[in-house]
């Protein structure tokens, strides 16, 4: 029982978006009580496409809400997506299929990143967006990686 309990709980990590490194932050808001308002820099590796790596800025509300985890950022974010490595997929992927989420309120808003393959330009499109349960916004950016044979740069 110990371990098919284990294994459903591995799946389940398994299938769940990875998690970003951030790479750093700047203040765009001075707070008296909290922490300032900011502009925060993640960056994630695709988990189906070794070799792509993508960068995301987006607001983090400070204040003494923020610093509880209790405020709610704003939808505005930016994507940079890049080949850093030799491009192998290791399993089929699925259009619209999320890559990248992470919370934005205490319950209901959502950041999420989610990728589409062009077949016809053998490209990958990454799309980040913000949801809500009840009024989502349709603030966006998208990023694109063209699969092309890898050079190191090296002779």
């Not at 490194?21 to 808001?29: L, Q």
């Not at 259009?95 to 393959?117: A, Y």
């Amino acid at each position: 029982m110990q371990k098919a309990c284990a294994a459903a709980i591995g799946l389940t990590l398994a299938a769940l978006p990875l998690a970003a490194d951030e790479i750093g932050s700047v203040d765009t808001a001075f707070k008296l009580l909290g922490s300032n308002h900011k502009i925060v820099i993640e960056a994630f590796d695709d988990p189906k496409v070794e070799g792509v790596s993508c960068f995301v800025s987006r607001a983090r509300t400070g204040g003494i809400s923020g610093s509880l985890g209790l405020a709610e950022d704003t939808s505005d974010a930016s994507i940079a997506c890049r080949q850093t490595g030799p491009i192998a997929i290791s399993e089929d992927l699925e259009d619209g299929e999320e890559v990248f989420g992470r919370r934005t309120s205490v319950m209901f808003k959502r950041l999420q990143v989610v990728r589409f393959f062009d077949e016809t330009r053998n490209t990958l499109v990454y799309l980040s967006y913000s949801d809500k349960l009840i009024d989502g916004s349709p603030k966006n950016a998208i990023s694109a990686v063209v699969i092309r044979p890898w050079s190191d740069g090296a002779s």
